[in-house]
């Protein structure tokens, strides 16, 4: 787990994370409340839907992405 | 320097240190890969000094390292070997470089007095629970097939009671696909706020896994998606490990490493001192076509000296191919890395071989959906094309 946060005696930090931060983010849009849908997406190659996506995700809030953690790239051990 | 190498001296790397504080396990999941499980044998503070001074010599060091007691229930070594184990590593380090110690355990013997040294050294610490007690005492029982649930919780209120965050790590297994909302209400009306799944593994002594079944896929993509729904509608409530660590990858101008099969970013070291890398379950694993896969021995081996060998040199060529073999094959590569040498191996036979169930379910798979749901959250209107009705969920009951 990557969360390093709170862990001094006694003390309970709010959870702080890149879903709670996408649906604060877009609460300014109306996007986090809408249900599930289906995209338009038939056969769109992987790496342009992330790339749309990339781009939509900065347009509501550039500081998602370009204050990502550092270790955001590394898919690391399951039991840490 | 040699054909495949993880020591040039370029980028600082070791970000994992995972120490095995005995073989022994004081309850007998019926999913678990260690085969040496019932060995009560220890590490000692010697072979402890000598591994520190091996990582610390070795110049693979960043600012951090994360220090994972593992391999066997951490909290079956009694408590006072770890303040003295703590204490020798602190004395130790470099004065640059800050560790983090982490314990995932079973529960059973948390007690007041660990609670107040996991606070005390500012641990990491991970319960294992299953989630409610039915689903979590079919698998996690003790030798005289009893169930554990019971202990896991009392475990649980006690770091919640001393303020002590902690993470849940639950397997999943076909039984557990059956009904995810069960499963995310038992989280937080149980006051779990951070969740990570690993999933039923074929993997060392374990030879076969429920979810390997036919069908099994169609059902695990349905939970994931249910579950990251729920996860998405209520931040507020649970951090999903799959679900952060996803986005953040999607997110990421660079492309995915996967610490697992870059050697040296982990290092593994056995009770008795021997030494390994690459996917840290390698270290008590025995394979038919390769023997054990210790590496080396704290009192006779440098990292360096590792890296020279021929073992290693055989394994690290092997999963170098795998990798490669996943970046001709796998549209995911850019987002996975190229997957774990474990599971290669246990699945497949061999490591220089690409897809596995493991990475069907827990990295496509999980991609997939978690692309589909931000796509979804972040399209304009005028690109959806059909809202799929949801079940109407009160996040307020929790509050009753």
């Known amino acids: 787990m990557s969360n390093q946060s709170g862990k001094s005696f006694g003390h309970k930090p709010a959870i702080v994370s890149l879903v709670a931060a996408l649906s604060c983010a877009g609460a300014g849009h109306a996007l986090a409340s809408r249900p599930t849908a289906v995209t338009n997406t038939g056969g769109a190659d992987l790496s342009a839907r992330i790339a749309a996506l990339g781009e939509r995700i900065e347009a509501i809030d550039p500081a998602l992405v370009r204050d990502l953690p550092d270790l955001t790239n590394i898919a690391q051990w399951r039991n840490r | ?400």
């Not at chain 2, 020798?88 to 110690?101: A, G």
């Not at chain 2, 989630?131 to 079919?138: E, N």
């Open chain 2, 1 to 400: 320097m040699p054909a495949c190498s993880g020591l040039d001296g370029v980028t600082p790397r070791l970000r994992l240190l995972v120490l095995q504080p005995t073989p022994f396990c004081n309850i007998d999941c019926s999913y678990c890969y260690l085969a040496n499980r019932k060995n009560t044998a220890r590490m000692t503070l010697d072979t402890l000094a000598l591994a520190s001074q091996r990582v610390f010599e070795s110049g693979l060091l960043d600012r951090h390292l994360d220090v994972a007691w593992h391999a066997g229930e951490p909290l079956a070594v009694p408590l006072a070997w770890y303040e003295d184990a703590v204490a020798l590593m602190e004395e130790r380090r470099p004065s640059n470089l800050d560790l983090t110690h982490c314990f995932q355990t079973n529960g059973m013997l948390l007690d007041e007095a660990w609670a107040r040294f996991l606070a005390r050294s500012r641990s990491r610490i991970g319960l294992s629970i299953d989630g409610p007690a039915d689903l979590h005492d079919t698998n996690r029982r003790t030798r005289a097939g009893h169930g554990t649930h019971a202990r896991v919780m009392r475990a649980a209120r006690l770091l919640q009671d001393y303020g002590l965050d902690f993470h849940v790590i639950t397997v999943l297994t076909e039984r557990a696909l059956e009904d995810p909302d069960r499963l995310f209400d038992f989280y937080v009306r149980n006051g779990i706020r951070e969740v990570g799944f690993n999933i039923e593994e074929i993997e060392g002594a374990n030879g076969a896994s429920s979810l390997a079944r036919i069908g099994i896929e169609a059902r695990f993509r349905q939970f994931i998606k249910r579950f990251f729904e729920r996860a998405w509608q209520a931040p507020e409530l649970i951090k999903v490990r799959e679900l952060e660590s996803t986005i953040g990858q999607l997110l990421s101008p660079e492309p995915v490493r996967d610490e697992q099969n870059r050697p040296f970013a982990v290092l593994s070291v056995s009770h008795d001192g021997k030494m390994s890398t690459f996917s840290p379950e390698l270290l008590d694993a025995r394979h038919p076509g390769y023997g054990a896969f210790a590496l080396g021995h704290v009192a006779t081996h440098s990292l360096s000296n590792i890296e020279s060998s021929p073992q290693f040199q055989q394994i690290c060529g092997e999963i170098r191919r795998g990798v490669e073999a996943c970046e001709r094959s796998c549209r995911y590569y850019r987002w996975c890395g190229g997957g774990a040498p474990i599971n290669k191996l246990f699945e497949t036979g061999a490591f220089d071989t690409s897809e596995t169930m493991h990475c069907r379910l827990t990295r496509q798979i999980v991609l997939d959906e978690v692309l589909a749901g931000l796509e979804a959250r972040t399209a304009p209107p005028q690109m959806t094309t059909a809202a799929v009705p949801t079940t109407p969920i009160d996040h307020n009951q929790y509050l009753r």
